[in-house]
């Protein structure tokens, strides 16, 4: 079966291939059949008798096979004719699939040459088959002499060539033309017409003349914003240090002159100086912190920090403004929390003392707390600043952050400022990875909440060692004093500590709950009357261990009789946690002096200054300002030191190079910056490679300028300086400084 119809598939292949023998075979098959039927019918016919019948039947045989055939050349002539009708509609179809082709070729065309884009189709070899009229009419040449040539046009200017994934390239082209330079962006990549055939290169290009020379101006602008930028910075720079150089001297001999013996008006005077020239240096300093930041050139450091330090030193910082306008001020940090954490403390600090210090200005009643504690995600911690003041309206919660911004005219006349602080504070903690949330209610307070990155210090260097917490559990504790913020904060931390803490805010009931229980201490805020604060000590003797009396500074001399007398310690505040801790554990038989209670004397003229008790310094002050060079004579003279004065540079180095070679050299050199005829930076110089040569033993120097940028520090200690003092100069930190050199030549001899 398989071998016929492979026998019937080839004589229809062969038939298909050759239709004229195809026709002559068959042709010739069916003439020899009916011949030879004819034939043989006639023949016998002839041999025998003749019979009508059998002639009949040939005939119709003959007749039949006739019309057989007919009817057969019927249908193929049929089968023709609809064959025919189907490659005429066929044809038909082409013609006009033809005439819509060639009308999209014209529209393609015409819209080639219609649009403002260069259009050209090029051979691999460069060869130009096709351009629109727009190519023509930049090249300056007919369309007839450009196909078939391989014409470019002339190239000013190349920039840069991207290719993408698909292998089209993307570049712009500065191009000579008649009318002057343009520029123009091409897109290129390669066509095949069609399979089998070379590719082409498809080349268009866009006049884009006016966006090249937008984004010209967008960089001549951009190049001119971040000169201005520079421009403004050195403005600024400069305007600091020509308004701190007077500011140091009106600082510096107004806290002189508070030293002195003054009458009540004249101190009040100079207190007001004084206070005038510390609010000028803040808004110095808002400025500068603002300059550099808008510049993007603030930069955190990563370094070891005592968290609780940090937060207490705040708070203590702040507690005279607040203590002035009789608000309380406290801190409180969570136990949790790790101790030592690594992070940026000064730009912290200026957040916090920000925060806090605003919240101080716009609270007439009641107080400022600054909570620390850990954040929901781990390595986080939080930060609250807490007030009771005016409170902010909705609508200005947003608009406070902004730069030069306040809640109101109203508030801005009131209570003065920039509006840069909360602009400043918030970009510092974006740059920390946090971000400043507010909750306030109009004439209720603000709660000022930011939470940012901090990691546990887990190396071995510089670490605070954290104090023992104390177990205070089912000891029973009073505390007296006021609903404020800070009686709250002190019965949380007690709570912490296991303590059976009862709060009462009126004297009278505390001296009547005193009998029911033994106490194991009993806190007493000094803000109640003298009469009361005595009565309750001397009734709290027998049921008491503990008898504590917390006072503020100012209080200081009027209730350090009365706690020697009634109490066994005091506390100052705003509390330590480790000085109440300590308070409420020291045995009775030890000194009953507090730990505040070793803090000088605010009211002392020397207070926190450092008196040299051991033999003084011999200090070269390089300065040319009169004024400040007389501020830092009396300054250092107070302080026990011997002090000579340059007033350039020239005569610093030569001044120290004579006692270098007198053998009496100076111990300390505090270097102006910014001198005539040779400045701070070259003196410096000077002297070290005088020391390289020579072998001599180095020097500290301090750098004493009023630029407080970080390029300005950076240069000194690239000079080989020690250390950086900047105007006006801070009295405590100066003798600090001092102090410290002092002991350490103690220590060396």
Same mark, same amino acid.
């Given at each position: 079966?398989?071998?016929?119809?492979?026998?019937?598939?080839?004589?229809?292949?062969?038939?298909?291939?050759?239709?004229?023998?195809?026709?002559?075979?068959?042709?010739?098959?069916?003439?020899?059949?009916?011949?030879?039927?004819?034939?043989?019918?006639?023949?016998?016919?002839?041999?025998?008798?003749?019979?009508?019948?059998?002639?009949?039947?040939?005939?119709?045989?003959?007749?039949?096979?006739?019309?057989?055939?007919?009817?057969?050349?019927?249908?193929?002539?049929?089968?023709?004719?609809?064959?025919?009708?189907?490659?005429?509609?066929?044809?038909?179809?082409?013609?006009?699939?033809?005439?819509?082709?060639?009308?999209?070729?014209?529209?393609?065309?015409?819209?080639?040459?219609?649009?403002?884009?260069?259009?050209?189709?090029?051979?691999?070899?460069?060869?130009?088959?096709?351009?629109?009229?727009?190519?023509?009419?930049?090249?300056?040449?007919?369309?007839?002499?450009?196909?078939?040539?391989?014409?470019?046009?002339?190239?000013?200017?190349?920039?840069?060539?991207?290719?993408?994934?698909?292998?089209?390239?993307?570049?712009?082209?500065?191009?000579?033309?008649?009318?002057?330079?343009?520029?123009?962006?091409?897109?290129?990549?390669?066509?095949?017409?069609?399979?089998?055939?070379?590719?082409?290169?498809?080349?268009?290009?866009?006049?884009?003349?006016?966006?090249?020379?937008?984004?010209?101006?967008?960089?001549?602008?951009?190049?001119?914003?971040?000169?201005?930028?520079?421009?403004?910075?050195?403005?600024?720079?400069?305007?600091?240090?020509?308004?701190?150089?007077?500011?140091?001297?009106?600082?510096?001999?107004?806290?002189?002159?508070?030293?002195?013996?003054?009458?009540?008006?004249?101190?009040?005077?100079?207190?007001?100086?004084?206070?005038?020239?510390?609010?000028?240096?803040?808004?110095?300093?808002?400025?500068?912190?603002?300059?550099?930041?808008?510049?993007?050139?603030?930069?955190?450091?990563?370094?070891?920090?005592?968290?609780?330090?940090?937060?207490? +030193?705040?708070?203590?910082?702040? @507690? #005279?403004? *607040? &203590? %002035? =306008?009789?608000?309380?001020?406290?801190?409180?940090? !969570? $136990? /949790?929390?790790?101790?030592?954490?690594?992070?940026?403390?000064?730009?912290?600090?200026?957040?916090?003392?920000?925060?806090?210090?605003?919240?101080?200005?716009?609270?007439?009643?009641?107080?400022?707390?600054?909570?620390?504690?850990?954040?929901?995600?781990?390595?986080?911690?939080?930060?609250?600043?807490? +007030?009771?003041?005016?409170?902010? @309206? #909705?609508? *200005? &919660? %947003? =608009?406070?952050?902004?730069?030069?911004?306040?809640? !109101? $005219? /109203?508030?801005?006349?009131?209570?003065?400022?920039?509006?840069?602080?909360?602009?400043?504070?918030?970009?510092?903690?974006?740059?920390?990875?946090?971000?400043?949330?507010?909750?306030?209610?109009?004439?209720?307070?603000?709660?000022?909440?930011?939470?940012?990155?901090?990691?546990?210090?887990?190396?071995?260097?510089?670490?605070?060692?954290?104090?023992?917490?104390?177990?205070?559990?089912?000891?029973?504790?009073?505390?007296?004093?006021?609903?404020?913020?800070?009686?709250?904060?002190?019965?949380?931390?007690?709570?912490?500590?296991?303590?059976?803490?009862?709060?009462?805010?009126?004297?009278?009931?505390?001296?009547?709950?005193?009998?029911?229980?033994?106490?194991?201490?009993?806190?007493?805020?000094?803000?109640?009357?003298?009469?009361?604060?005595?009565?309750?000590?001397?009734?709290?003797?027998?049921?008491?261990?503990?008898?504590?009396?917390?006072?503020?500074?100012?209080?200081?001399?009027?209730?350090?009789?009365?706690?020697?007398?009634?109490?066994?310690?005091?506390?100052?505040?705003?509390?330590?946690?480790?000085?109440?801790?300590?308070?409420?554990?020291?045995?009775?038989?030890?000194?009953?002096?507090?730990?505040?209670?070793?803090?000088?004397?605010?009211?002392?003229?020397?207070?926190?200054?450092?008196?040299?008790?051991?033999?003084?310094?011999?200090?070269?002050?390089?300065?040319?300002?009169?004024?400040?060079?007389?501020?830092?004579?009396?300054?250092?003279?107070?302080?026990?030191?011997?002090?000579?004065?340059?007033?350039?540079?020239?005569?610093?180095?030569?001044?120290?190079?004579?006692?270098?070679?007198?053998?009496?050299?100076?111990?300390?050199?505090?270097?102006?910056?910014?001198?005539?005829?040779?400045?701070?930076?070259?003196?410096?110089?000077?002297?070290?490679?005088?020391?390289?040569?020579?072998?001599?033993?180095?020097?500290?120097?301090?750098?004493?300028?009023?630029?407080?940028?970080?390029?300005?520090?950076?240069?000194?200690?690239?000079?080989?300086?020690?250390?950086?003092?900047?105007?006006?100069?801070?009295?405590?930190?100066?003798?600090?400084?001092?102090?410290?050199?002092?002991?350490?030549?103690?220590?060396?001899?």
């Amino acid at each position: 079966m398989g071998r016929v119809f492979r026998i019937k598939a080839r004589l229809r292949r062969f038939a298909r291939r050759h239709p004229r023998i195809n026709f002559i075979i068959r042709s010739t098959i069916l003439f020899s059949a009916a011949f030879g039927g004819a034939y043989g019918f006639i023949s016998g016919s002839r041999t025998g008798a003749y019979d009508p019948n059998a002639f009949a039947i040939g005939a119709s045989f003959l007749f039949a096979l006739a019309c057989v055939g007919l009817a057969m050349t019927s249908m193929r002539l049929r089968w023709v004719r609809k064959k025919l009708r189907a490659v005429v509609l066929h044809n038909e179809a082409l013609v006009d699939r033809n005439w819509e082709l060639k009308e999209a070729e014209e529209r393609a065309r015409s819209l080639f040459e219609s649009q403002g884009d260069l259009v050209v189709l090029r051979q691999t070899d460069g060869t130009i088959r096709f351009v629109n009229d727009a190519f023509c009419t930049l090249a300056q040449q007919p369309r007839a002499a450009l196909v078939g040539s391989r014409f470019t046009l002339p190239v000013i200017e190349q920039g840069e060539i991207l290719t993408d994934a698909n292998g089209t390239r993307t570049h712009d082209q500065k191009i000579a033309t008649p009318t002057g330079a343009r520029w123009i962006s091409w897109r290129e990549g390669i066509v095949r017409p069609d399979a089998g055939q070379p590719g082409e290169l498809q080349c268009v290009g866009r006049d884009v003349t006016d966006r090249a020379e937008t984004q010209r101006a967008l960089r001549e602008a951009r190049d001119h914003a971040d000169a201005a930028s520079r421009a403004k910075s050195r403005f600024l720079a400069m305007v600091s240090h020509e308004i701190r150089t007077p500011l140091n001297g009106i600082i510096g001999m107004s806290g002189l002159l508070l030293d002195t013996a003054l009458t009540p008006e004249q101190a009040t005077y100079a207190k007001a100086v004084q206070t005038s020239g510390d609010a000028l240096l803040s808004l110095i300093e808002e400025l500068l912190d603002y300059s550099k930041i808008e510049a993007g050139k603030i930069d955190l450091e990563q370094r070891p920090f005592a968290l609780p330090r940090l937060i207490e +030193d705040i708070t203590e910082l702040l @507690a #005279p403004r *607040a &203590q %002035a =306008r009789q608000l309380e001020i406290a801190a409180y940090v !969570d $136990e /949790r929390l790790p101790v030592d954490v690594i992070g940026d403390a000064a730009r912290l600090r200026q957040v916090l003392l920000n925060l806090a210090g605003n919240a101080i200005k716009f609270t007439s009643t009641g107080g400022v707390a600054l909570i620390v504690e850990p954040a929901s995600e781990p390595g986080h911690v939080t930060f609250l600043v807490r +007030d009771t003041g005016i409170g902010i @309206a #909705p609508e *200005a &919660q %947003a =608009r406070i952050f902004r730069e030069f911004e306040q809640a !109101d $005219e /109203r508030i801005a006349q009131n209570y003065g400022g920039t509006g840069l602080g909360l602009s400043i504070s918030q970009r510092i903690v974006r740059r920390m990875g946090g971000h400043i949330t507010l909750e306030s209610i109009v004439g209720k307070g603000s709660t000022f909440e930011f939470t940012i990155p901090l990691t546990p210090n887990g190396g071995d260097g510089d670490r605070q060692k954290p104090f023992s917490i104390p177990d205070l559990t089912d000891r029973s504790i009073m505390l007296v004093a006021p609903q404020t913020i800070e009686s709250s904060l002190i019965a949380q931390r007690l709570q912490r500590w296991g303590a059976q803490t009862c709060s009462l805010s009126d004297v009278t009931a505390a001296t009547a709950l005193l009998p029911e229980r033994s106490w194991h201490a009993i806190l007493v805020d000094g803000s109640f009357d003298k009469i009361d604060v005595t009565t309750l000590a001397t009734a709290a003797s027998a049921h008491a261990t503990h008898r504590i009396v917390m006072f503020t500074p100012a209080m200081r001399q009027e209730y350090r009789d009365i706690a020697a007398e009634h109490f066994t310690g005091y506390l100052v505040k705003p509390l330590r946690a480790i000085s109440l801790a300590t308070r409420l554990t020291t045995p009775l038989h030890s000194s009953t002096d507090d730990t505040d209670s070793q803090i000088p004397d605010p009211e002392s003229p020397h207070h926190s200054r450092g008196q040299a008790t051991r033999r003084g310094l011999s200090i070269l002050v390089a300065e040319d300002n009169e004024i400040n060079a007389l501020l830092m004579r009396s300054l250092l003279t107070r302080l026990g030191h011997q002090v000579v004065v340059a007033t350039n540079g020239n005569t610093t180095v030569e001044s120290w190079i004579a006692a270098k070679a007198a053998e009496t050299p100076y111990d300390l050199v505090l270097m102006d910056v910014q001198m005539p005829e040779l400045n701070g930076i070259e003196a410096t110089i000077r002297i070290r490679a005088y020391e390289t040569r020579q072998g001599a033993m180095r020097t500290r120097i301090l750098a004493l300028t009023a630029n407080a940028l970080a390029d300005d520090r950076d240069a000194c200690f690239a000079a080989g300086m020690d250390g950086f003092l900047i105007k006006p100069l801070d009295r405590d930190k100066l003798a600090e400084a001092l102090a410290g050199l002092v002991a350490s030549r103690h220590l060396a001899a």
